[in-house]
Nanobody, 124 residues
Framework: QVQLVEYGGGLVQAGGSLRLSCTASGRTFSSYAMGWFRQAPGKEREFVAGISRSGGITSYGDSVQGRFTISRDNAKNTLYLQMDSLKPEDTAVYYC?????????????????WGQGTQVTVSS
């Protein structure tokens, strides 16, 4: 089992940047494919980005493609999400999630392990 904790959320103006981190403890971090999801009030949880166990394969949701970058450092047991050119519609609680397997998946129910979330608010 793995425990996940997100860091780095906050308030930023539109056009700005934030970097989220997710640290993992417990079972070997490199055993897990990882994902970032977000959930805005009144909306379903949305896939943001995913990364394979090794970091060699990444995927992105259509709404963040070209603006966000997912990465991981297996030596530091840490997952990252670099968010650039932020928009007000990016406002949400952001969660990191883990699944045992080679590649990330798009559906939230494919991930058994979740962090507590971190709030990102983008002002216009």
């Amino acid at each position: 089992q793995v425990q996940l904790v997100e860091y780095g959320g906050g308030l930023v103006q539109a056009g700005g940047s934030l970097r989220l981190s997710c640290t993992a403890s417990g079972r070997t971090f490199s055993s897990y494919a990882m994902g970032w999801f977000r959930q805005a009030p009144g909306k379903e949880r949305e896939f943001v980005a995913g990364i394979s166990r090794s970091g060699g394969i990444t995927s992105y949701g259509d709404s963040v493609q070209g603006r966000f970058t997912i990465s991981r450092d297996n030596a530091k047991n840490t997952l990252y999400l670099q968010m650039d050119s932020l928009k007000p519609e990016d406002t949400a609680v952001y969660y990191c999630a883990a699944r045992i397997g080679l590649e990330a998946k798009l559906l939230a129910n494919e991930y058994p392990y979740w962090g507590q979330g971190t709030q990102v608010t983008v002002s216009s």
